[in-house]
């Protein structure tokens, strides 16, 4: 099973979200093509009501942990209770260039 499918199935059965986005952004960083090493997922779900953004981290960290441990070199997130993701709009975050590794030395 691939990296990305992973995160998915165990978001999706530990969280049960009303919403999920997980993205490979592997591609904007000195990786080799088709690397599955950095993501980015964006999360809804009711476990998160009453949980400070630390927590939420915390609690989608603890699902994560093998990935993490392993293949999993970078992971950002977004984390957000239903009526937080409607006040939203559902507009999420753009993702930060890497300058990292080559990418800086190349500047």
């Not at 088709?34 to 980015?40: A, I, L, Q, T, V």
């Not at 998160?48 to 981290?57: S, T």
Request: proline share 6%; with cysteine.
């Amino acid at each position: 099973m691939h990296v990305q499918q992973s995160i998915e199935r165990k978001l999706t059965e530990s969280l049960t979200p009303d919403h999920l986005e997980v993205i490979n952004e592997s591609h904007m960083h000195s990786v080799p093509p088709g690397s599955e090493s950095h993501f980015k997922v964006i999360v809804v779900s009711p476990r998160f009501d009453g949980l400070n953004r630390i927590k939420r981290h915390q609690t989608v960290n603890a699902v994560l942990a093998d990935e993490l441990a392993g293949p999993i070199h970078a992971l950002s997130m977004e984390t957000y209770t239903a009526g937080e993701w409607q006040t939203r709009g559902g507009r999420t975050l753009a993702s930060p260039q890497c300058m990292g590794g080559a990418k800086a030395e190349a500047g």
